[in-house]
Structures are given as structure tokens and as C-alpha cells.
């Protein structure tokens, strides 16, 4: 496949230097995108980047993912209104122990001249002091040059330190050592990256005489315009533990058509042909969310395997079937705690339950859930809360025969408000 049109037709590319649909036909060609671990997890934002490089593997290139050790360390400026929390090595170092195997679920080690590789920057500058980064990198990028770039001109009015002007400095630097080490010649990344990655290309221009080429694609965001992968919650977490695979797969069943139609491109590698006869299906009964489906089954069985997409599966029909008050109980503790993972937990005594409690005593006095006898009561009699998936009524009276997985009753207000009392 050629790489530039495949990148084409799934809407990947908001820039490229010229040339590089010529040197891309040359042969195996290798090509790298940064991460910086500057958390425990990648998120859904980071998927993009990282789809670039299946694609680019996929298309007969070598991928390359560099984490960033160093410049982790220092901070990019770009897209950033104000200086980053500086993290220490030690919390770089488990940061990149955790990202790296996120990383190895997306490419193949085992293509021979097209086998991937993960490489860490801190590996060529732990050993590089001060004085020699500056003569011998340093002066080839003019102060004129390096303060011409978007990353930096944004920041001058809120200001911007001499350690996070040096970030690309330090980016045009690793493609450079990539280029000499490595023979890579292509750096792909967001859109917001052009400027440290056009340094780079300058860097090996000046110190070498050879080329460098880059892509970017567009900074995606959602059709209403708000960022891409956020929620009222947060990030949407590759990590299980900071997101579950419920609500990762929940998120891609809930976007927009025109989201969806998008992103179908963009995170599966799905053949043209394949999108549009899934795009045919949907679009005769979009209410059935066909393309939502696709979506979210492709994504959650990569990121977090078949078996947990069947799980994800599983709940959600328990969950939003006509009775789910008769089969809520099928739900596994494993499940529960998944699915509700950082809502409120309130806890009570099994004793304060055991010969029945009234809701109102239960969701004020007992446990905490609710600040006023007198607003659990409106709620009541509006039919607006629920205990295990039952409406309450004021006479309704729970007991431990209520308890889900003999342990936990789930609250509910209104349509999407959960909380859980924990009963021990």
C-alpha cells in the first residue's frame, strides 16, 4: 500500500515537507513518532499517533516509537498555556514501564527489515554534558529560527522558561540521532508538533547534509467542537485500572455518526471497502448504531482483548435491558466494580440493614448519600431514584436480601447519577 494515499483517504494528514511520497518509494523506510511518559497511561489522544504507525508498519515501513526518558524530564511547550509540573526520574522511569507494553499491543517485532522498535532518548543523552549539547547542537539553530515557531510564540505573553524553550532543541536533536543511528528519515506526529519537527529536519540539514521528512496529522476533535477523548470524567485511559474496559467501550458506542464515520478511519485498520459497506449498513437504520458497534468492538478487543469486550458486551445488556431489576443480579463483583469504577462509595453497617431499613433513614442518617431527609423524599415522589435498578417508594423497605453480590446497593438518581453504598 502507499502510505501517503492510505493516509489520504482516512483523513491523516494535515501537513508533509516535500519529497516524501518519493522517498517513502524507494523501499523499507524508517519512520518514528514520540511519546512523552508523562503519565502512567496513554490515552485515546495518544491513539492516533500511534495508528500512524500500524498504518506506516502496515504500508512496508520500519516504525518506530521513541519514548521520551529525557525529554520527559523537560516538558513540551506546544499546545501548553502554562509550565508543566516538572516529574522526577524515578517517575519517568515507571511511567515508561507501563507505557512501553501499551505500546507492543499496536506493532509487529517480527517483520524483519520491518520490524518495529521502542527506543528511549535517554539512552543517547545520559551520557551528553552540557557544554558539548550547546556547541555542538546548539549553535546550528538560530535563536531567530527556534523563536519563529508556534510552540514558543504562544507562550510569550504568559511566559515560557529556558527549560521548556530548550524541548525543541532537544526533538530536533532525536531525529537527528535517529537519522544518523538508525537511517530514519521520516518523523510523524500532531499537527501541533510541525515546529519540532521542522527543527529537527533543519538539525540534520546543518550537521550532515542529508534529509529529513515529516507528516502530521490533524489535532482531532469532536464534531461539537470539544476535545477528542475527554470527558466530564477525564482522559479515556488505555490503562484498565484507570479506565475499564466498560467505559472504554461505552465511550465509542456513544459518539456522534459523524464522529464515528471519522473514527472509524482513523483507529481501525479496516480496508475502504470494509468502512463503506459498514457505513451502507448503518446509514439504513442509524438507530441501531451499527457503525458505533464496529467501532467500539475493534478498538476494545485491541486495547483490552476479546474477552473483555465480551464482558463490556455482556453488562451493558444486563444493564440497559426492559428488566434489568431481575437480572441485575448476574453481574459479577468483578463486573459491578468495573462498570461503576469512580463513583461515590458511601458504606453502612449490615447490622444498621439487617431487619430493614427505610430508604429515607438509609440514604441520609446511615450512610451519608444525601444531605436532606426532605430531598430523598422529592425524589421519591418523583420517581427519580432507584435502589438496585428498583424505583423506591416511601414505604419501600431494604433489607440484606437487597444486597447485590452480598455486599453492595447502587444508587441511582435521575438518569445518569450513581452512587454505591458499601455494606460491611
Known amino acids: 500500500m502507499d502510505f501517503i494515499k492510505e493516509m489520504e483517504w482516512r483523513g491523516m494528514i494535515h501537513d508533509s515537507t516535500p519529497g516524501l511520497s518519493d522517498v517513502l518509494k524507494e523501499g523499507v523506510t524508517s519512520g518514528y513518532v514520540g511519546f512523552d511518559p508523562t503519565a502512567t497511561s496513554l490515552h485515546i489522544g495518544n491513539l492516533v499517533p500511534i495508528m500512524l504507525l500500524v498504518h506506516y508498519q502496515r504500508c512496508g515501513h520500519k516504525p518506530i516509537a521513541l519514548i521520551g526518558g529525557a525529554t520527559g524530564l523537560i516538558g513540551d511547550p506546544s499546545g501548553k498555556s502554562s509550565e508543566r509540573n516538572l516529574l522526577n526520574i524515578e517517575e519517568i522511569n515507571y511511567n515508561i514501564s507501563l507505557i512501553k507494553p501499551q505500546l507492543e499491543l499496536f506493532l509487529d517485532f517480527d517483520l524483519g527489515l520491518q520490524s518495529a522498535e521502542i527506543v528511549n532518548n535517554m539512552e543517547w543523552f545520559k551520557s551528553m554534558n552540557m557544554i558539548s549539547f550547546f556547541r555542538d547542537v546548539g549553535k546550528h539553530l538560530t535563536l531567530n529560527y527556534m523563536m519563529a515557531k508556534d510552540s514558543?510564540?504562544?507562550?510569550?505573553?504568559?511566559?515560557?522558561?529556558?527549560?521548556?524553550?530548550?524541548?525543541?532543541?532537544?526533538?530536533?536533536?532525536?531525529?537527528?540521532?535517529?537519522?544518523?543511528?538508525?537511517?530514519?528519515?521520516?518523523?510523524?506526529?500532531?499537527?501541533?508538533?510541525?515546529?519540532?519537527?521542522?527543527?529537527?529536519?533543519?538539525?540534520?540539514?546543518?550537521?550532515?547534509?542529508?534529509?529529513?521528512?515529516?507528516?502530521?496529522?490533524?489535532?482531532?476533535?469532536?464534531?461539537?467542537?470539544?476535545?477528542?477523548?475527554?470527558?466530564?470524567?477525564?482522559?479515556?485511559?488505555?490503562?484498565?485500572?484507570?479506565?475499564?474496559?466498560?467505559k472504554f467501550y461505552q465511550y465509542w458506542l456513544n459518539i456522534s455518526d459523524k464522529d464515528a464515520e471519522k473514527c472509524i478511519k482513523i483507529f481501525t485498520i479496516l480496508n475502504q471497502k470494509e468502512i463503506e459497506n459498514i457505513l451502507t449498513t448503518h446509514k439504513k437504520e442509524p438507530h441501531l448504531r451499527f457503525l458505533q458497534k464496529e467501532l467500539a468492538k475493534k478498538i476494545t478487543c485491541r486495547v483490552h482483548s476479546e474477552e473483555a469486550y465480551n464482558q463490556s458486551i455482556r453488562v451493558s445488556d444486563i444493564l440497559f435491558s426492559k428488566n434489568t431489576s431481575d437480572r441485575i443480579n448476574e453481574i459479577t463483583e468483578e463486573e459491578f466494580l468495573m462498570v461503576f469504577e469512580g463513583v461515590d462509595q458511601y458504606k453502612v453497617s449490615k447490622s444498621s440493614i439487617h431487619e430493614g431499613v427505610n430508604p429515607l433513614i438509609l440514604l441520609t442518617d446511615l450512610s451519608g448519600a444525601f444531605n436532606s431527609k426532605g430531598e430523598v423524599r422529592r425524589l421519591i415522589q418523583s420517581n427519580a431514584i432507584s435502589i438496585n435498578k428498583v424505583k423506591l417508594k416511601l414505604d419501600s423497605v431494604i433489607t440484606g436480601d437487597s444486597l447485590l453480590n452480598n455486599k453492595y446497593l447502587l444508587v441511582q438518581k435521575g438518569k445518569k447519577h450513581y452512587s454505591i453504598i458499601c455494606v460491611e
Open 152 to 246: 514558543v510564540q504562544n507562550r510569550l505573553e504568559t511566559g515560557i522558561s529556558f527549560t521548556e524553550f530548550s524541548y525543541q532543541l532537544i526533538q530536533a536533536y532525536d531525529f537527528y540521532f535517529l537519522n544518523k543511528s538508525k537511517q530514519c528519515k521520516v518523523q510523524i506526529g500532531g499537527s501541533d508538533q510541525w515546529g519540532n519537527i521542522t527543527a529537527g529536519i533543519e538539525l540534520i540539514k546543518k550537521i550532515s547534509s542529508d534529509k529529513g521528512y515529516a507528516l502530521t496529522t490533524p489535532l482531532i476533535t469532536k464534531s461539537d467542537g470539544s476535545k477528542f477523548g475527554k470527558t466530564e470524567e477525564g482522559n479515556i485511559w488505555l490503562d484498565a485500572k484507570r479506565t475499564s474496559p466498560y
